[in-house]
């Protein structure tokens, strides 16, 4: 195998020739000749691509590998990391941009002649961008560094005629992010958009903490981008995305920002930035007399109010500062001095709530501090304004990080903040946002967090709307009253003795397909049917993940679906409202054949709690069903239906009692946020 080969997983197999991984498995198990894992581990090998690529293309199973897949192959295997590798093809692509013909004369040389004249070319192109006092923060390479990446170089080039040169680097870059989740801290679309409407258009920007770049892209009209970051290989990624996303004049640097500010003179229009959180050795003790101090020194808990401090003393007088924060830095007592100085002299003018899901950490809902750097004259703000974007129409706290509309959530900040920022105050909006006057604020502990000082939205319709809920919980309940299963009876001829079967012996025989649950990819994909859903009745929720397109198991109408974990006993009959999503992991889908089994009779004998307890089992803390060892008895069609009827009537009577115990648990709520404000009288 050549030297530093590129290696492939089976799931990148199954993308280059177009099947599922379940092809790939098949593949290894009946053909010897197919190539022999190289690296990985046991359970998740790894295969040398040109080895697969030729026995491919020898089974006719692939004709050429896409261009995109070759080149990040290349990139992900280099010897030098990926990183490194990003950083040379961005060069590349940009001498491609800047300098075609000179990128020409440079493409048709040996591959040793391309490294060694490829530097001077990528120098001027730097030189112009960045600027010659940015020497530290762009991203130079030597012949010697080139050299194992010509290729790479040549293939994104190809690529870049293809698409362009900055679409070609954000593809190889997102693909990098998606590879490696856990490596870095992202800040992803949604809120970089947002943050960057908030500090309005500006010319001289700055991200201190600029990671890959996402914010300072997201001012595309900005002609000064300055971003600095504590890591060399993303101040150059940022450099790099910034020079190949227009002609702005850029500035980065590789250093931590409190410790060893690169800007320390720069007055800018505008700052975003998302700091780290919850650093405990930023700096406080050496930098315990720095000037940018002016609202009061941090205490070693409360890193992100040194940003904040860092951000305001980069601006220009009257420049806008916005960032993301956690939660607590509006709440912890040992920020309250500062953040109660910070409003005295009208530095900070809105504090944002967004959902739990809107950037990492993904499970807590971040803030957004809205900063304005006061003017030569210091005139204290009236008014603070707080918004809670949980209390939005069609926002959902437990949205999860891919499902929040940012649309909607943008449209109602900037709806609260246009008229605030224009006049000093904004008509209150219950629930969502309300202006503050400061003095409000200042008491022994300065708590910003806006769902503390927002009045709760008024009950959606009152009083009107609660009386009808409270016919519909009468209408369900009468339902399931009408529904209630007649006196139980034993049969005439005593206990039932069967001739049984299995779900196993029933799947060899034909009479039913089995399928299990948690394949597809691909986004706009169809609804998918979780295990929640199953459990709780509801339709489906769930979405399929991010990734190329693989094709999910759907439902269809007659399909019994099973829950695998948890050792409950639960069937439920797919009908026509449910056809057509996808199947959820953790579940099982049963396919009964109509002239051999009836869905209904399937399902109700699934149920059976004997049946579940011998067929589950426990080799792990977590009970897990195995649906081929479910018992059936072997009865006529007819005879089936008889059960099933009775099963289907069993089943409306529980959805009646599950839909009245939800209108009950709202009614209840209503009633009590009703009389909590003050919509709904006590008579």
Not at 18 to 30: E, I
Not at 212 to 219: D, F, M, Q, S
Not at 288 to 299: K, M, T
């Amino acid at each position: 195998m050549p030297e530093h080969a590129a290696e492939v997983t089976a799931a990148t197999i199954a993308r280059l020739a177009g099947v599922g991984r379940a092809a790939v498995s098949n593949w290894r198990r009946r053909h010897a000749d197919f190539p022999k894992p190289v690296g990985g581990t046991e359970t998740s090998p790894s295969f040398a691509l040109h080895e697969v690529e030729q026995w491919l293309r020898a089974q006719g199973k692939l004709a050429e590998v896409p261009l995109r897949e070759r080149i990040w192959q290349q990139l992900s295997a280099h010897p030098a990391g990926a990183v490194t590798a990003l950083v040379h093809a961005g060069g590349a692509l940009l001498v491609v941009r800047d300098r075609p013909a000179r990128w020409r004369e440079l493409a048709v040389l040996p591959d040793a002649l391309l490294a060694e004249r490829l530097p001077d070319v990528l120098d001027e192109v730097l030189r112009e961008r960045f600027g010659e006092a940015s020497e530290a923060g762009a991203p130079r390479s030597g012949p010697a560094e080139l050299a194992p990446s010509v290729s790479l170089l040549r293939g994104a080039a190809e690529l870049a005629a293809e698409t362009g040169a900055r679409e070609a680097f954000e593809f190889l870059l997102g693909r990098h992010l998606d590879a490696n989740p856990r490596q870095y801290t992202l800040t992803p679309q949604g809120p970089a958009d947002l943050m960057a409407a908030l500090a309005g258009p500006a010319a001289t920007v700055l991200d201190p903490a600029c990671g890959t770049g996402t914010l300072l892209c997201a001012l595309p009209g900005a002609t000064a981008p300055h971003g600095q970051d504590n890591d060399p290989e993303l101040a150059a990624l940022t450099g790099l995305r910034l020079a190949l996303a227009g002609r702005a004049a850029i500035r980065t640097a590789a250093a931590d920002s409190l410790r060893a500010d690169a800007f320390g003179e720069l007055a800018a229009d505008a700052v975003l930035c998302h700091p780290p959180f919850n650093e405990r050795a930023w700096g406080h003790d050496e930098l315990a007399y720095d000037p940018r101090w002016e609202y009061g020194l941090p205490a070693r808990t409360e890193s992100e109010l040194a940003w904040v401090q860092h951000a305001l003393a980069r601006l220009r007088e009257d420049g806008t500062a916005v960032l993301l924060m956690p939660p607590a830095a509006a709440s912890r007592r040992s920020g309250r001095r500062i953040r109660a100085d910070l409003l005295r002299r009208g530095a900070l003018r809105a504090v944002l709530a967004l959902p739990a899901g809107a950037a990492p950490p993904y499970g807590i809902p971040l803030h957004l501090w809205v900063l304005r750097k006061p003017g030569a004259t210091p005139r204290p703000a009236p008014e603070l304004l707080l918004v809670d974007t949980a209390g939005i129409d069609g926002v959902t706290v437990d949205g999860g990080r891919d499902r929040l509309p940012w649309p909607v959530l943008q449209s109602a900040v900037l709806d609260a903040w246009a008229p605030f920022d224009r006049d000093g105050t904004a008509a209150e909006q219950p629930g969502v946002s309300r202006s503050v006057p400061v003095i409000e604020l200042l008491d022994d502990d300065v708590d910003l967090a806006p769902a503390r000082h927002l009045p709760p939205p008024a009950a959606k319709g009152g009083a009107a709307a609660l009386d009808a809920l409270r016919d519909d919980l009468g209408a369900t309940l009468g339902l399931a009253v009408e529904l209630t299963p007649p006196p139980a009876a034993p049969p005439a001829a005593g206990p039932a003795r069967w001739s049984l079967t299995t779900v196993g012996e029933l799947a060899r025989a034909g009479a039913l397909v089995l399928r299990t649950g948690g394949a597809g990819t691909g986004s706009g994909g169809p609804a998918v049917l979780t295990e929640h859903d199953v459990l709780a009745g509801t339709a489906p929720s769930g979405t399929l993940p991010e990734g190329p397109a693989e094709q999910p198991v759907l439902t269809r109408p007659g399909d019994v679906v099973v829950p695998v974990l948890g050792g409950g006993a639960v069937a439920r009959v797919v009908d026509d409202a449910t056809a057509g999503a996808a199947l959820g992991r953790n579940l099982q889908l049963l396919r009964p054949e109509p002239a051999a089994l009836d869905p209904w009779f399937l399902a109700g004998f699934l149920r059976g709690t004997a049946n579940n307890r011998q067929a589950s089992s426990y080799a792990t803390t977590a009970s897990r069903l195995d649906v081929r060892r479910l018992h059936l008895p072997r009865l006529p069609l007819d005879e089936q239906r008889r059960y099933g009827e009775r099963f289907r009537t069993l089943a409306a009577f529980e959805d009646a009692l599950r839909l009245a115990g939800r209108l009950g648990e709202q009614l209840v709520q209503g009633l009590h946020d009703g009389l909590t404000d003050g919509t709904v009288g006590p008579a």
